[in-house]
């Protein structure tokens, strides 16, 4: 059966295909590069470890006592109370003052009767879009061909989908409503800061909290030397990458997707017929498997450091290294005069009229607004998408249809099905209602004495003396030692854990020695040659991999996403009165993250569903894969502030919290595994082509071609990684054939 989330034999050959070549290519490059030497050993061990830009000379001498010191001045560090709300007020401005620097012009906000029309959406009822017929459908679109039953069964199935379809259609614009919708997304961005301010307190400094936050801000002082970045960089790294995955840089071993992990695979591979054939006698493929022996001692030592990757202990480490962070990036420290003048300026941009009930309505457009931003244009395309259905497909079935019809057929249907879910998921349209109170802050925000009031105090907070960022940073790093205190198991955490890191002395010293033995009898010309093309090769088909990996873990994704919407339902029936206001802002938009991962597997599926490849294939046909592969998403989980969120709220109201905590975390570990960053492949994955047909010409012993690869495609947004930095390479034509 190939079903949404399981592509057809196929395709899985053609990915395994080239996830074999992408492996004999990086071991051949690691055998030449640690025999000649070009490839320092410590930069292949992290990289095979995920290590990311570790400095493994850190991890081997790794002082534990410095950790411990650090670790216990943390302890006893004795914070006085009075101050608090001192030291939240100047975070909070320093956030605004970091946010409202990329506020844009308001000049393109609807009137009201425009804004109005929203309002209409709330008539809108997909009830009957629960429930359809997808996997029928796309169980016999997976069909080379059909019978009379199989095309009776179709027709009647999407009938079914096409008039249930029909029976939400509205004489509502929508695209209208998708031009509105977006013509209110400046918003978004100035309700957090408004909340923030209209949350927030001047920082007053008067004579009973003067004291004692000029008394905290001692405390640092002692700290900051203490604070070595890179011993809590190996820290967080070792830890926080077995727990999570982090998408890292790898020059030379991009085609092990799992790292160590994949090594033992190398002699499977080296016994593969369609890679001995691949390769014939350019490459020794008896040499690639000497490579195996060094994924035990990396296996053995990374169990040791997964026993502590739990969500506890990597949020305990996560807080050390913002304190850290904070305490670092103070420049300078501001004396008492300084402090007293700098926040007696703060005090001033105060002078504004703030009003809760607009702040609220604010709060609560914003929320409708981004569900409705995703929903009416879903909505909009399910509709365009039926009539070509009614129009182009449902009558024109037939025995005779031919394969790559039915494939075409089938991925519409999948856009259709993941368009359907992207509707329903959430509230529902009568739920998310836009004619709230306040409705004029809305349609005439820009003009508002409310909205000007604030301005001032923005632009106010902006003009403040540099000596800010100090304070700020000082206040940010008190409240964090305050919050690992409120949990003294953290420090018993941060301690076990540095207990494991220095006792991996030995192993890595073992393992290092290890990866000197390795040699190759002969480098050749072709190895070299082949060498130059190992990592974009790699990287292209770890998007694939990747991609195909996400897709199979299509029913660990919906579990994430009933636990986390569980969790909203579950929140949503308090009372306000008892809900922290800090729950939706740690909480964050989850059903983002739910678009996103919709987004992501229907055009995996979509994809997987399009490439027609056959068994046998040959390495060069396997190139026309890659430019059909879709742009790919980054799916951002957030899945530590939605853990922090959760600790919010109070258990004597929701009694069953810890228990959702939990089940949300188990449906979190699967995906946490997944790589998800799909941006930083744009460029590799797009050159694929041209790298497959370079390396086809090196392995039939031809002159490569004159390429000149143009720069990296930039990713959409920057992610947590090592960048990819481009280069641009001239492979210059030779004249003899390579020798071997």
Known sequence: MASLEYPDENTTQAIDKLAKTARILSAVTLLSGLSDGSIPVDNAISELMNLGSIDLKSLENFDKTKVDKFIDKLKSVNLRDESKYVEESVRNLYTIQEKWKTVGNLTGLPDGNTYKKLYALNNIDVSSLKNLPFDNVLDLLAKPSLSEADVGSLKTSLTDISTKIGSTKTSISLEEMVKILESLKPLYIISEVFSLLGASSPPI???????????????????????????????????????????????????????????????????????????????????????????????????????????DVYNSIRRVMNIRQSLVGVTKKESKKDIEDILGTADNCWAFRSDRLANEAIKKFVKGTAELSRKVPAFLQIHKSNAQLKAE?????????????????????????????????????????????????ITKFSTLDFTQDHKKAFDCLLKLKSGFKNIALSAKAILEIRDLKANLKSFDDLKSSSIVISESSSSLKSIRQLFGTIKAKNSTDTIKKLAKYSKPFGEAVNALVSADVALSKTKEFQSLIAQGRLIETTVEALDEIVLDKNFWKEWGDFGETVHQILSLTSKVSEWENEIEVFNGTSFDELAAVFPKFPELNDVEIDFMDRLSSLKLVNPVWTPNINELRDDFIKSLKPVLKLDLQFSRFKSAVAGMPETMKQVSRVLKGENEDLVVYPPPVKPDKPVDTERILFTIIIVMMVSCFFTT
């Open 205 to 311: 400094l008067g004579l009973h909290n003067a004291d004692s936050f000029f008394t905290n801000f001692k405390f640092l002082d002692g700290l900051t030397s203490d604070a070595d970045s890179a011993l809590f960089d190996t820290l967080g790294k070792v830890i926080s990458y077995r727990f999570v995955f982090h998408p890292t840089n790898r020059d030379y071993s991009s085609g092990f997707l799992n790292g160590f992990n994949d090594l033992n695979k190398l002699e499977e591979d080296s016994k593969d017929e369609w890679v001995q054939k691949l390769f014939g006698s350019f490459v020794r493929l008896d040499e690639v498997t000497s490579l195996v022996k060094l994924q035990t001692p990396m296996m053995e030592m990374d169990k040791k450091w997964s026993t502590h990757a739990t969500p």
């Open 393 to 441: 497909v449902i009558d024109k079935l037939s025995t005779s249809i031919k394969s790559g019809d039915l494939k075409e057929i089938r991925s519409a249907i999948i856009r259709l099905q993941s368009d359907i879910k992207s509707v329903l998921d959430g509230r529902s349209f009568k739920d998310i209602k836009m004619d709230i109170p306040y409705v004029p802050v």
